[in-house]
């Protein structure tokens, strides 16, 4: 194999959305050169305080960068971990013949980043010298300058359209369905043939006469029949709903992503099917991040800390109350969930306020957990303790969170990596149950 020249070798610019994304990312560049603009770095020093994912990553990367340094001057061209990893150095010189600050008439953080980009161009004129950025609209600047950029590619998956969506249809016998309607499963061979199937996926088995929905033990290595089941007031309306219901009901799957478009219904059956094991554990949370307006903070917005968050918390309680006005006030039902809320057995926070808690014996639903980044969604299940079972609902095409789309997003990554794990399930619910209004609107606008 023909060792890598230096001529051969690319100088990626890493800017400030790559690192607050993983503070680790310096490291993923293989045997390339990266620089870090000494603005990126000013950048990272205004957020270094607080709780939140972005704080934890600037923290991170300040120390990573230290521990490189060892010492030595930080604007010279350092090593990276590693005698397969290229060198790192901090860009201090931004004095660039084309000025970005001049072409685009405003001077800001970002030009100053495409400065040092094309100051390094004209210092290294026999390599090539790539931005790396997830704001799509630096990329285009940088472009429009005829500086090559691309995204953070590493943990993105390639093509979203292709993830396990956790459902089958296969064509069998009668027989076949005979046999699981009789015995309530059947040797997985006798469906699947030589495949070996993924854990916990889920298979509509249809023949010209009947059909069966059903589920995929891994332990077993048989297709068990799945009944459909109301859960507490709240019924199925298609296969797919009846296949999350399943995989949130079963003890042996403590990890279920679940995603959908609006009104596919998936906060509601999670919530539902927390209810429904309540006895089961010590607390029900129920949390989605908050997506600041504008990206402000929502120490921007008038009000005590309550009223600021109870419009990011509304969808929540609108699900509590569609299940909770399934009943009668004078039913059990219905006065457990009262009870369950006033005592605290069932909270409805936002995602922030429960990091750092001890997440065992809990039922835990994360709600819009596209907006996450994959760092956040393994911090998370890294926090689950004994008997707790964590449940991710989202949809990974509705993105409002900067520099994540569908193919970066933590819904999608959990997807792509954890798939066909034993305590793992995951399902796409595709029909919205909403309102024929709501589909009207999903299909056609």
Do not use: C
């Amino acid at each position: 194999m023909a060792k890598t020249t230096t001529k051969d070798k690319k100088i990626f610019v890493l800017d400030t959305s790559v690192i607050l994304y993983a503070h680790d990312s310096i490291l993923n560049f293989a045997e390339h050169d990266v620089g870090i603009p000494i603005t990126v770095l000013e950048e990272l020093d205004t957020f270094k305080k607080g709780n939140d994912t972005k704080n934890f990553e600037a923290r991170e990367f300040t120390r990573l960068l230290d521990k490189l340094a060892e010492g030595k001057m930080l604007q010279n061209w350092n090593p990276l971990n590693g005698k397969s990893k290229g060198q790192f150095k901090v860009l201090m010189e931004m004095n660039s013949e084309v000025d970005a600050h001049k072409v685009f008439g405003e001077r800001k953080n970002d030009h100053s980043i495409l400065n040092a980009a094309l100051t390094l161009r004209q210092t290294e004129k026999k390599r090539q010298v790539i931005l790396i950025s997830k704001d799509i609209n630096l990329r285009l600047k940088a472009k429009s300058l005829d500086l090559p950029a691309e995204d953070y590619e590493t943990g993105k998956i390639k093509n979203v359209s292709t993830l396990h969506t956790g459902k089958y249809e296969v064509d069998v016998s009668s027989d076949s369905i005979d046999h699981i309607f009789r015995m309530g499963s059947i040797d997985r061979k006798e469906v699947l043939g030589r495949k070996k199937g993924i854990a916990n996926s889920y298979y509509i088995l249809k023949s010209e006469k009947n059909s069966v929905l059903s589920h995929y033990n891994a332990t077993e290595k048989t297709i068990d029949k799945v009944d459909k089941m109301p859960i507490y007031g709240v019924k199925p309306r298609n296969a797919e709903q009846t296949f999350a219901i399943h995989a949130m009901l079963n003890p042996d799957i403590k990890l279920v992503s679940i995603n959908g478009v609006a009104g596919t219904g998936k906060t509601l059956l999670a919530l539902a099917s927390a209810l429904e094991q309540r006895r089961n554990f010590k607390q029900i949370y129920l949390a989605r991040p908050i997506v600041p307006l504008s990206n402000k903070d929502i120490g921007y917005l008038p009000g005590d800390i309550k009223s600021k968050l109870n419009p990011y918390m509304e969808p929540l309680w609108d699900n509590l109350k569609f299940i909770q006005n399934q009943f009668k006030e004078s039913d059990k039902e219905f006065r457990n969930i009262t009870e369950m809320v006033n005592q605290e057995k069932l909270m409805i926070t936002p995602l922030a306020y429960i990091r750092g808690r001890s997440l065992s014996n809990i039922f835990f639903i994360v709600d819009e957990a596209q907006n996450l980044t994959p760092h956040e969604i393994k911090t998370i299940i890294t926090r689950a303790g004994e008997n707790t079972k964590i449940i991710f609902t989202g949809d990974i095409y509705q993105i409002d969170t900067p520099y994540l789309d569908s193919q970066s997003n933590g819904l999608s990554y959990l997807i792509d990596r954890i798939q066909g794990h034993p305590m793992y399930a995951h399902i796409t619910l595709e029909k919205g149950e909403r309102s024929e209004l709501a589909n009207l609107a999903n299909e056609l606008l």
